[in-house]
């Protein structure tokens, strides 16, 4: 099968290829740019230029699948890079891939598109559940809204579907490789102590949720993917500060409401600052990590053949490759 990626030099893209051309797959992947090139090319990949950020006059190469994993990715910041990204950028491509002649489009979005603004509990959902495309996160609501566009894009030849992976974690992702720092220097705390049950999906697990939605599944529907056992959030960054010989028993704990309060208070800082990063805390994380928040993905596991192979366990070990260097 020749297959599209984009996003394919990126955390889940890097780990996506290889396996894709170990499969016998042909893979091209969107490249902006000559150093991402010689970051696709070794992956196995045939880099095309084009930007998600500007689609005009792109063409789609002729192949057989689509996997977009691009996107906009902050914590804080204004809307319009979010929505031209994601949303606007989304369209394009599913634009361009329609008149390529694609058959399937398999679309990276988020478990995160279910979290309301109120900060409520999110306990076992399954794929009923409301998503909210006007969320005070762009980020929330960009991915909430793209999959929408992409779903409603089903038609008879041309197959959409969407994987929804909650935190996505494993060797290079950027949560695990700062922990050490926050940890260190005092300025991580949990939230609620963090002993909430919490739903994960190592990046492994989440690309083989992608491989086998190439050959299975219903078009128009989105499939939640996690890890097979759920943890705490404490549980989850435990395990990977132990990694670094990192203790968590001090680490300080503030209510919800209060770290809701600091993440505003940081993104108002990092904007008179005209800071082009992201704060240290953002409602949009606090969101994202502060709250219970399981899934249930039998529908993968009955539909797609999902697995998730890798178990937490695996998961850990599979830092030990990197664990002399300065990042998890």
């Known amino acids: 099968m020749k297959i599209f990626v984009t996003g394919g030099s990126g955390f889940l893209g890097s780990r996506l290829i290889p396996k894709l051309v170990a499969e016998g797959h042909e893979v091209f992947a969107m490249a902006r740019s000559s150093p991402a090139d010689d970051k696709v090319l070794p992956l196995g990949a045939k880099p095309v230029r084009g930007d998600m950020d500007n689609l005009s006059g792109f063409e789609m190469p002729q192949v057989d699948a689509v996997m977009h994993l691009a996107a906009y990715f902050h914590l804080a910041g204004p809307r319009a890079p979010y929505f031209r990204v994601n949303v606007n950028g989304t369209k394009s491509l599913l634009k361009a891939a329609q008149k390529a002649g694609v058959s399937s489009f398999i679309y990276l979005t988020a478990a995160a598109v279910i979290m309301d603004d109120r900060g409520s509990p999110v306990r076992n959902a399954n794929e009923s559940a409301r998503t909210f495309p006007r969320s005070f996160s762009p980020y929330i609501a960009s991915k909430a ?15 959409t579907i969407a994987i929804r992976p909650p935190g996505i974690w494993g060797p290079g992702d950027a949560f695990s490789r700062n922990i050490p720092h926050a940890i260190e220097s005092g300025q991580f705390a949990f939230i609620a102590r963090g002993d909430y049950p919490y739903s994960t999906c190592h990046v492994d697990n989440v690309a083989e ?7 299975r599944g219903e078009g128009g529907k989105a499939y939640f993917v996690r890890d097979t056992d759920n943890t705490t959030f404490r549980a989850f960054v435990d395990g990977l500060a132990r990694l ?5 028993d001090k680490l300080r704990s503030v209510p919800y409401s209060v770290a809701f309060l600091m993440g505003r208070m940081m993104e108002i800082g990092a ?53 002399s260097g300065p990042a998890i």
Not at 145 to 159: H, I, Q, T, Y
Not at 244 to 248: A, F
């Open 145 to 159: 809204k793209s999959e929408a566009g992409v779903l409603a894009a089903n038609r008879p030849g041309f197959r």
């Open 209 to 215: 949720a992608l491989i086998c939605a190439l050959q």
């Open 244 to 248: 670094q010989g990192l203790s968590i």
């Open 271 to 323: 904007r008179l600052r005209r800071s082009g990063e992201d704060p240290p805390l953002s409602r949009t994380m606090v969101r994202m990590i502060g709250r219970e928040f399981t899934i249930d993905d039998s529908a993968a596991r009955d539909e797609l053949g999902y697995v998730g192979k890798v178990s937490r366990e695996e998961g850990l070990a599979s830092y030990s490759s990197i664990r």
